[in-house]
Nanobody, 120 residues
Framework: QVQLVESGGGLVQAGGSLRLSCAAS????????MGWYRQAPGKQRELVAA???????NYADSVKGRFTISRDNAKNTVYLQMNSLKPEDTAVYYC??????????????WGQGTQVTVSS
């Protein structure tokens, strides 16, 4: 009922930058929060950054000062600007959205994931 399509991953050298995008579509009444998670091989999925519809943000300590999350509410799209990338940022990055469907039932959806690889 809600689809999330991610784009922007890829291969970059340490110190470089990437920008991820995630667009939500479907039977959406409202989106309360959108966020980015990541999962490296052999590790659990972890929160990278999240943003509410009002613009409040939350970041993992490991990315503070390097990553910036933003959203365009009119487009149901969230972005993650990643600067000063490190090899330890290498992971599959997943978009997440939570909100209400048109008939007012809650939803929580995940994107398919996009690979980010940072070479040293």
């Amino acid at each position: 009922q809600v689809q999330l399509v991610e784009s922007g991953g890829g291969l970059v050298q340490a110190g470089g930058s990437l920008r991820l995008s995630c667009a939500a579509s479907g039977s959406i009444f409202s989106i309360n929060a959108m966020g980015w998670y990541r999962q490296a091989p052999g590790k659990q999925r972890e929160l990278v950054a999240a943003i509410t519809s009002g613009g409040s943000t939350n970041y993992a300590d490991s990315v503070k000062g390097r990553f910036t999350i933003s959203r365009d509410n009119a487009k149901n799209t969230v972005y993650l600007q990643m600067n000063s990338l490190k090899p330890e940022d290498t992971a599959v990055y997943y978009c997440n959205a939570r909100g209400l469907l048109l008939h007012r039932s809650p939803f929580g959806s995940w994107g398919q994931g996009t690979q980010v690889t940072v070479s040293s």
